[in-house]
């Protein structure tokens, strides 16, 4: 279980990884694994990260999921044996009160991300509730969804950037939402993969630009970011889903190793 109070006055960097979705129990077993090893010997917090289903896909015949319950059990099962607090998504109101019963923390895809009831129904499980700005937002405008959990009563809320709609076909991030957001008194964390999604090819599958993961990191930490977000997988061009934006298991903690240092004289510390 995370404590909420240590992402909001510690002021120490922390990162939410994971696969996608839960492919099957081994492959999800084995990231987290590997990214609580990294976390360890880097000393920085990591919240586990996987979706129990995909209800936003390109194409009718793209992957969702193993079966909602089956692939909750396997993320509380990780949360169990390597001690880790989980996250995973949420779609519909009824749910909230589901997944809440796995993982300790919710969170409210970008697409979503002005649907009353289902910002409602996450808070009034009490759990921490992380909001991604939707693609069509602007930062300062996800006051209004922070607004709709604490009326629950339920102070405990992240936001999360993931870039802005950029034409059809790609999306860009104004570093600018970053401190806006931050005016909410939550902490506010950069989604460095899905921010480098190309979505809406001919195709019927995401594309993507993973080469830019790094520079887009480290300009989310100087702007003020006070974590970061990725997906990753040991063979992004085998993985079920956004495998063309994931970054590969074996780099993650490279990049940490860039991070840290960077976060750490930016915040003083």
Known sequence: MIDYKSLTTDRKFFFIAGPCVVENEKITFDIAEKLKSISEK???SFIFKASYRKANRSNVNSFTGIGDIKALKIIKNIATQYNLPTITDIHLPEEAEIAAEYVDMLQ?????CRQS???????NTGKIVNIKKGQFLSGDSMKFAVEKVRNTGNNQIMLTERGN???YSDLIIDFRNIPTMKKNNVPVIVDVTHSLQQPNQSAGVTGGQPEYIEI???AAIATGANGLFFETHPNPSLALSDGANMLPLKDVESLLEKIIPLYNLINNE
């Open 108 to 112: 409210i895809p970008a697409f979503l």
């Open 165 to 167: 709609s950029f034409g």
């Open 216 to 218: 887009m990191s480290k």
């Open 117 to 123: 009831d289902l910002l409602v129904a996450a808070g």
């Open 42 to 44: 880097l000393n920085v």
